[in-house]
């Protein structure tokens, strides 16, 4: 089994910056079998992927509303998944989620096999 836990979420300021963090465990669990994403849900909203990003960090995909502004990155010997988030706006305002799923690199939601409780973000305007 694998346990996901989110942390960095909080209340900012339209223009501000949060950066999230995920760590990952599990008795035979190695970050390195497993493609990562963070996901984000919005009241009222279906769950969508905000970023992705391979095993070894080779493929990296953005969602266009967050390209620009969002980073994604893994650090495979500390288990763990970031998301640094600049020049947040109001529309960012969601619950984040990281994920993980047993192919090497995907954007579909439904190849995510594990996922974390969820950490809030709020943006106000």
């Known amino acids: 089994q694998v346990q996901l836990v989110e942390s960095g979420g909080g209340l900012v300021q339209a223009g501000g910056s949060l950066r999230l963090s995920c760590a990952a465990s599990g008795r035979t669990f190695s970050v390195y079998d497993y493609g990562l994403g963070w996901f984000r849900q919005a009241p009222g909203k279906e769950r969508e992927i905000v970023a992705a990003i391979s095993r070894f960090s080779g493929s990296i995909y953005y969602a266009d509303s967050v390209k620009g502004r969002f980073t994604i990155s893994r650090d495979n010997a500390k288990s763990t998944l970031a998301l640094q988030m600049n020049s947040l706006k109001p529309e960012d305002t969601a619950v984040y989620y990281c994920?993980?799923?047993?192919?090497?690199?995907?954007?579909?939601?439904?190849?995510?096999?594990?996922w974390g409780q969820g950490t809030q973000v709020i943006v106000s305007s």
């Open positions: 994920a993980a799923s047993t192919s090497a690199y995907t954007l579909r939601r439904g190849d995510y096999n594990y």
